[in-house]
């Protein structure tokens, strides 16, 4: 099985910074999925092919990697963004997602 | 509208049997690959199982035996049956829908509110 790792599990920040978070596959994957979810709600997709934003998803969400090392970026936080974030894989099945990342109010 | 209901989740006891359904609307299941996923506080997003609209299924090992996943077509509604349910399948069961083409993106675009399975004696 791919084993996704993401780091880290949390970070506190202010309206306005940029945050990064990073997703580390196992095993080199041709590309990654990110979503967002917020407190008792599904999944929201993000970004699919590692970088490819879902429509209507904001341009400040950006997606970059390759092989093994995958990064999120929102460049400029805002206060709808607080939330956990999930990296997943579909390379090979069993599809994996990494463990979240909380994106708290600082 | 392009969305998913889930319903059937509840409370069983170990060893039990428990079928979730996923009524979708906006688009036919037969023609689009998709999933079912679970979600625990201590897990976190765990995959279940797939289903192709060819009809291919796929499972994680954990469930493997145990949790078939089919479509009704004609109803637009895609199943889990869970069989010998344990404490360890307690979890928030989502179904999902592949976005576009699974082969270009490997992503899920449309998720179900969520059924709340609880396993316990």
């Known amino acids: 099985d791919i084993q996704m790792t993401q780091f880290p599990s949390s970070v506190s920040a202010s309206v306005g910074d940029r945050v990064t978070i990073t997703c580390r596959a196992s095993q080199g994957i041709s590309w990654l999925a990110w979503y967002q979810q917020k407190p008792g709600k599904a999944p929201k997709l993000l970004i699919y092919?590692?970088?490819t934003l879902q429509s209507g998803v904001p341009s400040r969400f950006s997606g970059s990697g390759s092989g093994t090392d995958f990064t999120l970026t929102i460049s400029s936080l805002q206060p709808e963004d607080f939330a956990t974030y999930h990296c997943?894989?579909?390379?090979?099945?069993?599809?994996?997602f990494g463990g979240g990342t909380k994106v708290e109010i600082k | 509208e392009v969305q998913l209901v889930e319903t059937g989740g509840g409370f069983i006891q170990p060893g039990g049997s428990l079928r979730l359904s996923c009524a979708a609307s906006?688009?036919?299941?037969?023609?689009?690959?998709m999933s079912w996923v679970r979600q625990t506080p201590g897990r976190g997003l765990e995959w279940v199982s797939m289903?192709?609209?060819?009809?291919?299924?796929y499972y994680t090992d954990s469930v493997k035996g145990r949790f078939t996943i089919s479509r009704d077509n004609s109803n637009n509604v895609m199943y889990l049956q869970m069989n010998s349910l344990r404490d360890e399948d307690t979890a928030v069961y989502y179904c999902a829908k592949a976005a576009g083409e699974w082969t270009e993106t490997g992503a899920f675009d449309i998720w179900g509110q969520g059924a709340m399975v609880i396993v316990s004696s």
């Open positions: 092919g590692t970088s």
């Open positions: 289903v192709y609209s060819s009809g291919t299924t």
């Open positions: 906006g688009f036919s299941v037969s023609r689009k690959y």
């Open positions: 997943q894989q579909a390379n090979s099945f069993p599809l994996t």
